[in-house]
């Protein structure tokens, strides 16, 4: 198989393609997040789908100077419900409503990456030619 030298500009410029698997990872920062039952999300113009998965990374834990806040979402994965263009709600695995109302306060930054089948796929690698065979002949 054979494998572009050059990598296609990815369509999503937030989240280059930097994985050999050649699939462009989609990570976006939220720009507010409230602590209220539901959870609920802005990522403006952020189209996601009710039952996408989102795993939350990068959250901080307070005093520190970098802290982001709501660092109970820290690795880990929830589902998008109530979807609009620029908002969305958080639920669990039973897609039962996150109550965040214990939660620290949302300052900036975090980082929540779409995860599962819902991936679009951005960058494929070039399927094999026509006759090659997809293994090695043993």
């Known amino acids: 198989m054979t494998i572009p030298p050059d990598n296609p500009e990815s369509a999503y410029p937030n989240s280059p393609d930097s994985s050999p698997s050649r699939f462009a990872v989609r990570q976006y920062e939220p720009?507010?997040?409230?602590?209220?039952?539901?959870?609920?999300?802005?990522?403006?113009?952020s189209n996601f789908i009710n039952g996408q998965a989102l795993r939350?990374?990068?959250?901080?834990?307070?005093?520190?100077?970098?802290?982001t806040g709501m660092e109970q979402l820290n690795n880990r994965?929830?589902?998008?419900?109530?979807?609009?263009?620029?908002?969305?709600?958080?639920?669990?695995?039973?897609?039962?409503?996150?109550?965040g109302s214990n939660y620290t306060p949302y300052v900036t930054g975090g980082?929540?990456?779409?995860?599962?089948?819902?991936?679009?796929?951005?960058?494929?690698s070039d399927p094999p030619p026509p006759g090659d065979p997809p293994f090695p002949p043993v």
């Not at 990456?113 to 494929?124: A, M, R, S």
Request: proline share 9%; glycine share 2%; net charge negative.
């Open 77 to 99: 994965l929830f589902y998008v419900q109530q979807a609009t263009a620029d908002t969305f709600e958080l639920y669990d695995e039973n897609l039962l409503p996150v109550d």
């Open 56 to 67: 939350c990374t990068k959250f901080i834990r307070m005093p520190f100077a970098s802290a």
């Open 31 to 45: 720009e507010a997040i409230t602590a209220t039952l539901p959870i609920s999300v802005i990522i403006t113009d």
């Open 111 to 124: 980082q929540m990456t779409l995860v599962g089948p819902t991936l679009p796929i951005v960058n494929p």
